[in-house]
């Protein structure tokens, strides 16, 4: 997408479609806040736009043979902070998975997915939480890192952390694509982006 306005009317096709405003963010990589302000907007100065910035990684994320190359690149990072075993990549649902998982299959460990509160809200909802998909490993007792293709602010990553811990994992580093707060850590676990945005 180039502009702005290509951004609303995905974004509007996308609430067509039926997928609500946290799956609207998650398919445009953008904020919650961003993507109801795009499917809200129907004329320009109608409210001030949030401070944030699309990426769009379909270039690569739509070949696997390119993806695969940026789960190298990414591992290789990862371990480059984590000195301990790792047990299991958590991947965050939905564009972190085909990343999550070809990492898993670099470090040869198991593959967990969690599906984050962000896909599942909508402005009117109080009481929405993540979970873990029960199709794929258990994070209980086992060493992991967090693996997706954006960080915008961190809250998903961080709700994450709490997610691991709480169901007896421990979180070593996440690793990202593109980390849109230019973040060192979350919660003191590390932060291995690939690129960083820095707003001046």
Same mark, same amino acid.
């Given at each position: 997408?180039?502009? $702005?306005?290509?951004?609303i009317?995905?974004?509007?096709?996308?609430?067509?479609?039926?997928?609500?405003?946290?799956?609207?963010?998650d398919e445009?990589?953008?904020?919650r806040?961003?993507?109801?302000w795009?499917?809200?907007k129907?004329?320009?100065?109608?409210?001030?736009?949030?401070?944030?910035?699309?990426?769009?990684?379909?270039?690569?994320s739509?070949h696997?043979?390119?993806?695969? !190359?940026?789960?190298?690149?990414?591992?290789d990072?990862?371990?480059?902070t984590? #000195?301990?075993?790792?047990?299991?990549?958590?991947?965050?649902?939905?564009?972190?998975?085909?990343?999550?998982?070809?990492?898993?299959?670099?470090?040869d460990?198991?593959?967990a997915?969690?599906?984050?509160?962000?896909?599942?809200?909508?402005?009117?909802? #109080?009481?929405?939480?993540?979970?873990?998909?029960?199709n794929?490993?258990? $994070?209980?007792?086992?060493?992991?890192?967090?693996?997706?293709?954006?960080?915008?602010t961190?809250?998903?990553?961080?709700? !994450?952390?709490?997610?691991?811990?709480?169901?007896?994992?421990?979180?070593?580093? #996440?690793?990202v694509?593109?980390?849109?707060?230019g973040?060192?850590?979350?919660d003191?676990?590390? $932060?291995?982006?690939? !690129?960083?945005?820095?707003?001046?």
């Amino acid at each position: 997408m180039k502009s $702005v306005d290509d951004l609303i009317k995905k974004a509007i096709e996308l609430k067509k479609r039926g997928l609500k405003t946290g799956e609207i963010a998650d398919e445009l990589n953008v904020s919650r806040e961003t993507a109801l302000w795009l499917i809200s907007k129907t004329r320009e100065g109608d409210v001030i736009s949030p401070p944030d910035i699309h990426i769009s990684w379909n270039a690569i994320s739509s070949h696997s043979y390119r993806t695969r !190359l940026l789960a190298k690149l990414l591992t290789d990072m990862l371990l480059e902070t984590v #000195t301990e075993d790792i047990d299991c990549v958590v991947g965050i649902a939905v564009s972190g998975i085909p990343l999550a998982t070809m990492v898993a299959e670099e470090l040869d460990c198991e593959l967990a997915v969690f599906h984050p509160k962000k896909v599942k809200w909508e402005p009117d909802e #109080t009481n929405v939480f993540g979970s873990f998909s029960e199709n794929f490993a258990s $994070v209980s007792g086992k060493n992991c890192i967090i693996v997706d293709d954006v960080i915008s602010t961190g809250s998903t990553v961080k709700d !994450l952390i709490g997610h691991i811990t709480s169901s007896g994992g421990r979180v070593l580093a #996440t690793g990202v694509i593109v980390d849109k707060k230019g973040l060192t850590d979350i919660d003191g676990i590390p $932060v291995k982006a690939m !690129l960083s945005i820095i707003r001046l």
